[in-house]
T-cell receptor, first 113, second 115 residues
Framework: NAGVMQNPRHLVRRRGQEARLRCSPMKGHSHVYWYRQLPEEGLKFMVYLQKENIIDESGMPKERFSAEFPKEGPSILRIQQVVRGDSAAYFC???????????FGEGSRLTVL | AQSVTQPDIHITVSEGASLELRCNYSYGATPYLFWYVQSPGQGLQLLLKYFSGDTLVQGIKGFEAEFKRSQSSFNLRKPSVHWSDAAEYFCAVGPQNTGFQKLVFGTGTRLLVSP
């Protein structure tokens, strides 16, 4: 959905570097979901945030991954010390208001060399 | 545990032929059900959704899906496929009425359309 903006669209990092992915939800929305799509797989839930609060991070890897959604600015998914297995497409989504559906951004594709 | 199974990894259909993509789910209660489509390098677009009521739901681009509670299935259909339908299709389930759209996705079915 064009309303959910993600950047960068493509990011290349070497092993050990940090990756930062940004997401601005649909206008007026204060909740975001992050999903990861590994090659040849479906999307897997990572974390659900509202502004200044993590609601559910049950899908986040225990180490190196963190997410935030500050009062001002976009939500950020941060991956420290990236490894090749982190290569994936990372999608952000805004929930519909009382519709039960998610509106996805176009994703950020991370490649770790 | 909640899960979604899309048993067909790839399907090839001739242009103009009918299409059915299978989806089975395992969930504690009747969930919300969705079909999304993803074109190469793009995000996901919602095709249709089922919340309640009529078990045959109509979506965009001429797609429809039928919810069958007894079979825990939500198969996607289209009577006549167009070349532009070539994409990856994902079935997803989520909890009802919680305001928490933590969707569980299947692994996807890649549709190829032959001339």
């Amino acid at each position: 959905n064009a309303g959910v903006m993600q950047n960068p669209r493509h990011l290349v990092r070497r092993r050990g570097q940090e990756a930062r992915l940004r997401c601005s939800p649909m206008k007026g929305h204060s909740h975001v979901y992050w999903y990861r799509q590994l090659p040849e797989e479906g999307l897997k839930f990572m974390v659900y945030l509202q502004k200044e609060n993590i609601i559910d991070e049950s899908g986040m890897p225990k180490e190196r991954f963190s997410a935030e959604f500050p009062k001002e600015g976009p939500s950020i998914l941060r991956i420290q010390q990236v490894v090749r297995g982190d290569s994936a497409a990372y999608f952000c989504a805004s929930p519909g208001i009382n519709t039960g559906e998610l509106f996805f951004g176009e994703g950020s594709r991370l490649t770790v060399l | 545990a909640q899960s979604v199974t899309q048993p067909d990894i790839h399907i090839t259909v001739s242009e103009g032929a009918s299409l059915e993509l299978r989806c089975n789910y395992s969930y504690g209660a009747t969930p919300y059900l969705f079909w999304y489509v993803q074109s190469p390098g793009q995000g996901l677009q919602l095709l249709l959704k089922y919340f309640s009521g009529d078990t045959l739901v109509q979506g965009i681009k001429g797609f429809e899906a039928e919810f069958k509670r007894s079979q825990s299935s939500f198969n996607l259909r289209k009577p006549s496929v167009h070349w532009s339908d070539a994409a990856e299709y994902f079935c997803a389930v989520g909890p009802q009425n919680t305001g928490f759209q933590k969707l569980v996705f299947g692994t996807g079915t890649r549709l190829l359309v032959s001339p």
